[in-house]
């Protein structure tokens, strides 16, 4: 008997015969996720007081895994497809987790990890998700259901047209919100995996008839690369996980004009705090000044804070997340011009050359700006005189191009544009630039 | 190869690259690195561009670094720390 809230009980209220989740090789329906409970309802009543970690290569179990387990355990902990060794046995110590569970043709698996008890209030399941550690070593964010649906639209009827692509893993804070926004309005998921190729991925939400995709900008940017991307309709444009500039955001209404397009600012710490649609870069000055909907924002020494109403998350280690007045420090770096907040980086992404501060994010839009590249990484490359020094990789916008020709270009277009100091010392050109599992250009 | 041909080559480079001139009339060993137009980071841009043509950073190399004051004297650094096979 299934009484607590959970997304189980949600989709009892779903038209069963929906289609819930498609992938390559499957098609399941709502119906078949009650199925799929049922069928292993016994072992999972078993886990009402467990704390479990899910850790799956495969998207479309980690999905399954979570429509059946939340509301049936007190903490599911999801664990990274590419996680370290050491950050494996940390987590599992600090999360207290019970069982590792897996699915194997739909019946649950179970691996001990511990197997002494914890005493655990909480009613609704925890939700353990990691941060993604992409300038500093991960956390463990405590959320709930609740948390993680303060602004998922539950609306049934209008779900049905909705037919979402994922782009992100399940398990990162971003993957967990298009999915639930997906399975709480009946909509259909697309579910591509990790290891697919760009036109695998477009190719799979194309046929599928995909209309909303939420993907990164440097996701975006190959999607716009690629030629399979002519097959897609998409009405439904959703940015994140990584600073939005005006080139992409007008390479995407130039490619996609009848599209709504939204850039979302959201962390695993923060959840997500508001959305811009307004098709600019930044967000309005009067965000700050009035709050936008049940957050409050200020800027401290440049530094962006969010307060929301709800402070349900928390660090699994006990770290302070709030300041005094209930602000998290977000770690991202804005400025103000012209009555708009635009994003410059990461504190603790800079680059230091010779004493000065360098956020490749602001130099990697510039040389987007120029419309000679299509894609930009700035990294810091350790330099015997300097400390540091700024260098980038690109990839060229037109293949054909003269190559020395292009970088005498950039390298004049960065002198004119920018201080010494943040023009690229070395440009490197690739054929493509990594991006991780959850679609972010890889920064070590 | 000819280590000074290829670190002049490159110097010329670098000062195009970072939109700066040569301020002597010509390069030669005397010339104060200071004072030929390329600045401190011009010179750190030289080292990272010479080490990935030369497959070695001579400053990096140095137990004690030495930092050359003279034209000269920088090519004498890259010549004495040339990695021997």
Redesign the interface.
């Known amino acids: 008997m299934i009484t607590k809230k959970s997304i189980l009980t949600e989709i009892l209220t779903i038209p069963k015969n929906r289609l819930a989740l498609v992938s390559k090789t499957r098609e399941i329906s709502y119906k078949d996720i009650v199925t799929i409970y049922e069928k292993n309802k016994e072992l999972i009543s078993s886990l009402e007081n467990k704390c479990i970690a899910i850790h799956s290569s495969k998207r479309e179990d980690l999905a399954l895994l979570l429509a059946i387990l939340d509301g049936n355990t007190k903490r599911i902990v999801f664990i990274p497809e590419d996680i370290q060794k050491k950050y494996l046995e940390k987590y599992y110590t600090q999360a207290h987790v019970h069982y590792e569970v897996s699915l194997d043709n739909d019946i649950l698996k179970l691996k001990i990890i511990l197997n002494t008890d914890i005493k655990l209030l909480n009613e609704n399941t925890e939700w353990i998700i990691p941060t993604s550690g992409t300038t500093s070593s991960p956390k463990l964010i405590s959320h709930t259901f609740d948390s993680l649906t303060t602004t998922v639209k539950k609306n049934i009827q209008e779900g049905d047209s909705f037919i979402w692509g994922l782009t992100f893993d399940i398990y990162r804070f971003s993957g967990i919100q298009v999915f639930l926004q997906s399975i709480l309005s009946g909509s259909r998921l697309i579910i591509s995996e990790s290891n697919f190729s760009i036109d695998e991925t477009i190719n799979l939400f194309a046929n599928n008839s995909c209309n909303i995709i939420s993907a990164t900008p440097s996701f975006w940017r190959k999607v716009l690369m690629s030629p399979a991307s002519s097959n897609l309709c998409i009405s439904n444009i959703t940015l994140g996980g990584e600073i939005s500039d005006q080139t992409i955001l007008d390479a995407l209404i130039r490619r996609f004009p009848e599209a709504k397009i939204v850039h979302i600012y959201a962390s695993t710490e923060v959840g997500v705090g508001f959305c811009v649609n307004d098709k600019k870069g930044g967000f309005p000055l009067a965000y700050v000044i009035k709050g936008i909907k049940e957050v409050q924002i200020k800027i401290i020494d440049n530094l962006l804070f969010i307060k929301s109403n709800k402070k349900i998350q928390y660090y699994l280690s006990k770290d302070n997340m709030y300041n005094d007045q209930g602000f998290i420090n977000t770690g991202d770096l804005v400025e103000i011009r012209n009555d708009r907040v635009y994003f410059k980086g990461r504190e603790s992404g800079s680059i230091n050359v010779g004493g000065n501060k360098v956020h490749p994010e602001e130099v990697e839009f510039l040389i987007l700006k120029s419309g000679l590249v299509n894609e930009v990484k700035v990294y810091a490359k350790k330099n015997s005189m300097m400390g540091n020094l700024v260098y980038a990789d690109i990839v060229l916008s037109n293949q054909k191009q003269d190559e020395k020709v292009i970088k005498k270009l950039l390298f004049k277009y960065c002198n004119n544009n920018l201080d010494s100091f943040k023009v690229p010392a070395m440009i490197k050109i690739l054929k493509s630039i990594d991006i991780t599992n959850s679609g972010k250009i890889k920064r070590n | 190869m000819n280590i000074e041909k290829t670190i002049e080559k490159i110097f010329f480079e670098v000062l195009?690259?970072?939109?700066s001139k040569l301020l002597v009339d010509t390069l030669h060993d005397d010339v104060l690195l200071l004072e030929s137009g390329l600045?401190?980071?011009g010179?750190?841009?030289l080292?990272?561009?010479l080490e990935?043509e030369l497959d070695y950073?001579p400053?990096?190399m140095m137990k004690n670094?030495i930092y050359p004051s003279t034209y000269g004297e920088f090519v004498r650094i890259y010549k004495e720390m040339y990695p021997k096979k």
């Open positions: 195009e690259q970072t939109d600045d401190s980071l010179f750190a841009i080292v990272a561009t990935d950073d400053f990096s670094a």
